[in-house]
């Protein structure tokens, strides 16, 4: 959210002079800008240097918004060190132009990243695959971390709508929950008057079942949920490890200008889903059928879902480490609320509902909530340490407040340099957080770095969470847009570093220059090539015009860091094949001529001489 937009937002809901004057304080840019006094820096840098060939404690994952891009970076230095293309072509990698990654895109070429999660197990990270959601067109991908690649884009979701509060991983990775931000009329395809939002729109939470050897993703179970606005979530661990929770906004069911209509309940919700009871209700047949998937009616399975009364227009919901306690954060109000899950548990038993929602239950707020935590303006985000505190972000303050969990009360208050959106601790959605650092995801960064016009960076800010006090050690900058971050100790990851020969099951891998080879078939040329320092093997390819080519690439090279590209001029094909690995490369040869295709990865002296041509000899 820009500063204007921001003050639109708040003018509308007219939180009152001492919040506007917080903020202009906040936007105003770097006069305010809290930078490091002088004496404190040489410790910051002390803090943060990871000198030439030493290497971070941590992996840093984020998630790259409507870039459709994961980053990661090392903690503490901040440096960015790669970037994973998830939901967007990316030539850097070849991502896209090969026929396995532009099959998994299917029909788009975009997506918004929002929320990576990391796999569990006993809930811990394991550091097998990332998950990450897709806000724009209902998908969930899957990035191996044994070699930080998109394997699988899971989607289009049949039923939902803005895939926003998502992904988030149970306990052991049973599943990873989704669901819509947007309500819609259901089945898609539907239309209904936006008149009869609030009576023919739905809502759908999801779980999608993850295979616990391959990580694949399949639909579990869906349920079909009140036409609110389901934002994020947080899957329960130890005592609640059987939920999954979820915020939503919009418990008016409002249409129109949100900012207005859906702000005026005291109180919106968060709703918990029992996956255990979803699972059962699934296995009973106690489903009804919806686009092909059988969807949990709350009705007709009672037990799946309840509702806890939230401050209003929550966006955060964290579970703490023990599993204990649920953290809900209205960012409309300055307190955070509390439950624990034995009051939720002794509620339910005891049928203390407050009323129900479409016929789901609305527990007792009194009954249920634990603490309300003073924590200040605009909370957002709640993350964990490995001591007991919580870290909440303050949006509208720009700030992180750090509490104690238990006795409740807040500790210290660190400003940060703009409009705090989330934060990462590390590991700090686990049950064994990291502590140490933490990361600030903001919005804005006006006047923290040289200007590069009206297009700003997003700033991330590293805190250190060690000691009593929160210390602001550096500011690093991103691409639009984290929208948050997974921190996982670099010693839980060992990547490979090329793929080994007796992995690549690909049929048209070759490994011999002597296997090479052009065969037609009609008009179909089919290629097996090699590519090796410094050379393509077929360097000639000679086809007629409108042949359907296919070109089996394969990079014997078993050295770390030889990479090969296949830069075809003219034809919008950059493929790049990483050791030991073959990729597809499809196309119809449209236009007559000759092409140069080349190495686009430097990987010798003789890079440059790395090249061949496609001679394509013109129809007659
Ligand atoms: S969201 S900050 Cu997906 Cu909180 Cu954007
Ligand atoms: Cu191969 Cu450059």
Not at 97 to 121: N, Q, R, V
Request: proline residues 6%.
């Amino acid at each position: 959210m820009k500063s204007n937009a921001l003050l639109k937002w708040l003018g509308g809901i007219a939180l009152g002079a001492l919040i506007t004057s917080v903020l202009m304080g906040g936007c105003g840019g770097p006069k305010q800008s809290g930078r490091t006094a002088r004496s404190d820096v040489q410790e910051a840098a002390i803090k943060t240097y990871v000198a030439p060939g030493d290497l971070d404690e941590f992996y840093l994952f984020y998630s790259g918004g409507h870039s459709g891009n994961v980053y990661v970076a090392g903690i503490p230095s901040m440096r960015h060190i790669a970037t994973v293309p998830v939901f967007t072509p990316y030539p850097a990698t070849g991502y896209g132009f090969d026929k396995e990654s532009k099959e998994m895109l299917g029909e788009f070429t975009w997506g918004d990243a929002h929320h990576p999660s990391i796999s569990e197990t006993g809930g811990n990270y394991d550091g097998r695959w990332l998950f990450i959601s897709d806000n724009a067109n209902n998908r969930m991908a899957r990035i191996d971390l044994r070699d930080f690649k998109t394997k699988e884009v899971f989607g289009p979701i049949p039923n939902v709508s803005g895939n926003h509060c998502s992904s988030f991983v149970t306990e052991n990775t049973e599943y990873v929950l989704a669901g819509s931000r947007f309500s819609i009329p259901l089945p898609k395809g539907r239309f209904e008057s936006l008149d009869d939002y609030a009576t023919k729109y739905n809502g759908l939470v999801a779980g999608i079942k993850v295979d616990p050897q391959s990580g694949k993703m399949n639909l579990g179970w869906e349920v079909l949920m009140p036409p609110f606005n389901y934002d994020l979530g947080d899957a329960g661990k130890g005592p609640s490890a059987e939920w999954g929770f979820w915020t939503c906004y919009n418990s008016e069911r409002a249409t129109g200008k949100l900012e207005v209509t859906s702000t005026q309940n005291d109180r919106d919700y968060i709703a918990m889903v029992n996956w255990k009871t979803a699972e059962k209700a699934v296995a009973e047949g106690k489903t009804t059928p919806l686009s092909g998937v059988p969807v949990i009616d709350p009705k007709k399975a009672p037990g799946v879902v309840y509702l806890l009364p939230c401050a209003k227009s929550p966006h955060g919901v964290d579970i703490s480490p023990d599993g204990k306690y649920i953290v809900g954060s209205g960012k409309l109000q300055s307190i955070t609320t509390v439950y624990h899950i034995e009051k939720v548990m002794t509620a339910i038993n005891n049928k203390d509902f407050a009323g129900d929602e479409d016929g789901i239950p609305v527990l007792n707020y009194d009954s249920v909530k634990e603490a309300e935590v003073n924590v200040g303006l605009g909370p957002l985000h709640t993350q964990f340490d490995d001591k007991g505190f919580a870290y909440t972000s303050l949006f509208v303050e720009s700030a992180v407040t750090k509490w104690k969990l238990g006795t409740w009360e807040v500790i210290d208050k660190v400003p940060v340099s703009y409009n705090i959106g989330h934060l990462s601790a590390a590991e700090g959605d686990t049950k064994t957080p990291a502590g140490k650092y933490l990361v600030a995801l903001n919005k804005l960064s006006h006047g923290r770095h040289l200007n590069v016009g009206p297009s700003q960076p997003e700033s991330s800010q590293l805190i250190d969470i060690s000691g009593e006090k929160q210390v602001l050690l550096y500011d690093a900058f991103t691409e639009p847009e984290p929208h948050y971050a997974q921190i996982i100790l670099a010693s839980k990851l060992s990547p490979i570093e090329v793929y080994p020969q007796a992995e690549n099951k690909d049929p048209n891998a070759i490994w011999d220059v002597k296997d090479a080879s052009i065969k037609r078939d009609g008009n179909k040329v089919v290629v097996k090539m090699i590519a090796v320092r410094s050379s393509f093997e077929p360097y000639k390819v000679e086809v007629n015009q409108g042949d359907k080519v296919t070109i089996h690439l394969t990079n014997i090279e078993q050295t770390t860091d030889e990479l090969h590209g296949f830069g075809l001029n003219e034809h919008n094909i950059n493929v790049v094949v990483d050791p030991g690995e073959t990729k597809t490369i499809e196309f119809i040869a449209k236009k007559p001529g000759v092409f140069p295709f080349y190495c686009t990865n430097f990987c010798s002296a003789l890079h440059q001489e790395m090249q061949g041509y496609l001679l394509v000899k013109p129809r007659s």
